[in-house]
Nanobody
Framework: QVQLVESGGGLVQPGGSLRLSCAASGNDFRGDYAMGWYRQAPGKERELVAAIARGPVTLYAETVRDRFTISRDGAGRTVYLQMNSLNPEDTGIYYC??????????????WGQGTQVTVSS
């Protein structure tokens, strides 16, 4: 099994910043796994925000490109999402995702519980 623990969500004003973290543990975790972040806004489907794979190779949703940065620690077990210039459309539950492949049509097999991000004045 793989356990994912997210942190860093909260309430922030428009234009502000937040940094999300997701720490992976468990015997089934593999260093080659891709790690990523999805979000789900109220009334909308879950969407891929950003992902990072070995290389590192990164990908971003067009709506967050140039504002969000995904990174991974040296051990490869913690993934971060630095979110700048936040706007109300970024509001949602952010989920950490881990697995062999993460892209707009395929998600990894492990999910975190989610952390709420609210952008509001």
């Amino acid at each position: 099994q793989v356990q994912l623990v997210e942190s860093g969500g909260g309430l922030v004003q428009p234009g502000g910043s937040l940094r999300l973290s997701c720490a992976a543990s468990g015997n089934d975790f593999r260093g080659d796994y891709a790690m990523g972040w999805y979000r789900q806004a109220p009334g909308k489907e879950r969407e891929l925000v950003a992902a990072i794979a070995r290389g590192p190779v990164t990908l971003y949703a067009e709506t967050v490109r140039d504002r969000f940065t995904i990174s991974r620690d040296g051990a490869g077990r913690t993934v971060y999402l630095q979110m700048n210039s936040l706007n109300p459309e970024d509001t949602g539950i952010y989920y950490c995702n881990v697995g062999w492949r993460i892209n707009p049509t395929t998600s990894g097999q492990y999910w975190g519980q989610g952390t709420q991000v609210t952008v509001s004045s």
